[in-house]
């Protein structure tokens, strides 16, 4: 009883001294309680509850989002007639984007760092601390730009927001950085989880993409965080806007010869789908305009593809659920294509216009000055993949060709082969069909087009720039703990120098009052001429008759040279190739930094490696 009582006063103590430290007393009365809880409850504990109040942050955040684009979708698309409906298609896609690029000069200062990428910058790059910002600007601004026809996804903004929204509570609470980056990914996963209502999804995604490189071990909080999200998404959407197919054909093993070939042909399209978007990401960077000029540009173009072929506005899911419907003409009958008689060939052709313009629709969007992800577009472009599939198989002469299944199927395929993400998008579309008997050929399909994406590129293109300059975690665990290190911090601001026309006296001064054993030779300016190691020095300092030589016949180059950005692996490299442990640290123009030492390098690695491991 006593051990019990001293365990409670300490934990008040421990409190007390944590409200006088971080100044808890302008805290809210429920930041409070939940401090009071974090020193009350086990980690194990005070984590589950976290992954609660996270997931349920960032589950409501995509559900507000969701329902706001919806309503105006289906204002548009529904309730207005045909004729207002191309006004709208060519008034709202221009603004969706001229008015996103205002507010982020206006409101947020030109800070527009968007996707998943942002996301893995954070965790690699800055202890997994991400702007409290973030935690309502990604949702202002998809909603503008999808809301108002921007032919993109919501489900990256809301991946987005809800890491941001677990960042902020973990730093509130003074949680470190693995349970930092935990409820960060926590909150992505509820996000995704809201957006389809599948919370396996959400956790696939999560250890897919989110923690990829970073290891764990504890990962209920995100399994709750999930939970949580699908369970609000399911509670407070309506049926119309979650992302549901009830419609299917069931498996049959002697239709795989149909999703072998899908598998291809989705692995093929999102190949496209990839170089289209890195080809318009090119050319508006080299275009130059002013940031609210090329929105204006990009509305443009997107305006137009959004009149001439309206299934491209929006996300597209709406599309996507007409095709498991049977409901295609009412899709073609809202575009110029109605003037034509719908025919079959008709409907061929117009879903691959539809198809070919969706990659340039989602690139204009996304880097003109819009802000959404590839989710949906992916999903839309594979949903059609395959009911165009479906179509032509028909008109070559194959009878019971499964067409929902091959929509279905499809959309993973499409997904899996852009976002190089198999199991999220197999999972994805087993939950939202409840097609749990359809995992066969959804694996296939899946498989088949990731492994086509991963012989172009072995590393998703989206996140290649920033995995090539070390910004980002890849899978290997090694390199994810070193390119987390930054090179500045190496640098001995300490380091000995002489002067090159110095006396030889003044360097004997210097190696008898000094702790070095290597020196930097400098000219007037601070730049560096050369090096001078204890062994190089020793001969000249015990000789017994006056020493004649200067120290710059004494000094030797260097046998290698440090810049600033040169990344800790580079360095570690450089070391092994040059056989020695000290090397000089200059800027652009030769000014000596100082020098860098491998033994720091490898103390400052191991160090980390043991924190990682406990």
Known sequence: MKIHNKKKFLSF????????????????????????????????????????????????AGVVLKTLVHSIHHFITTEVHFEYQILFYIIFPFLGIVLTTSIVLTIFKGQDRKGISAILYEIAQNSSIVSSVKMYSQIVQSAVTVG???SAGLESPIAVTGAAIGSNFAQTYRLSYKERTLLLAAGATAGIAS????????????????LTGVVFTDFIPLVVAAVCGSLLSRILLQEDVLFRFYT???FNYKNVPYYLILGIVTGLYARYFVVVSQKVEHFIKELKMSRLRKAMFGGVVLSVLCVLFPPLFGEGYDTVK?????????????SFFRYFEIKEITVIIFLIFVLLLKAFATSFTIFSGGNGGNFAPSLFAGGTVGYLFAIVCQQIGFTEVPVTNLVLVGMAGAMSGVMYAPLTAIFLIAESSFGYDLFIPLMIASIISYLIGKWFSPISPELKFLADQGKIFTNKHDKNLLSSL???????????????????SELFELVK?????IFAVLDDHKMLRGILTLDDIRP??????????????????????????NQPLEILQIFDDTGVWNLPVVDTNNKFLGFISKSTILMSYRQLLKEYSE
Request: net charge neutral; charged share 20%; aromatic share 12%.
């Open 148 to 150: 108002l026809g921007g």
């Open 322 to 334: 007409a095709f498991t419907n049977g409901n295609t003409h009412s899709i073609i009958e809202h």
């Open 248 to 250: 299917r054909e069931a």
């Open 540 to 565: 000249y300092l015990f000789a017994t008759d006056e020493v004649s030589a200067t120290i710059v016949q004494m000094m030797k180059a260097p046998p290698a040279i440090i810049h600033p950005e």
């Open 513 to 517: 009052n000094g702790d070095k054993n």
């Open 13 to 60: 103590l421990k409190f007390k001294r944590d409200f006088q430290k971080y100044g808890l007393e302008k805290a809210r009365s429920y930041e409070l309680i939940l401090h009071w809880l974090n020193n009350r409850l086990s980690r194990s504990q005070f984590l589950l509850l976290s992954g609660i109040i996270v997931g349920c942050s960032a589950g409501f």
């Open 195 to 210: 957006a389809f209502n599948a919370p396996i999804a959400g956790i696939m995604f999560a250890f897919e993409i989110l």
């Open 486 to 504: 930054k090179t500045e911090n190496f640098i001995d601001k300490y380091s000995q120098s002489v002067k090159e026309n110095a006396p030889i």
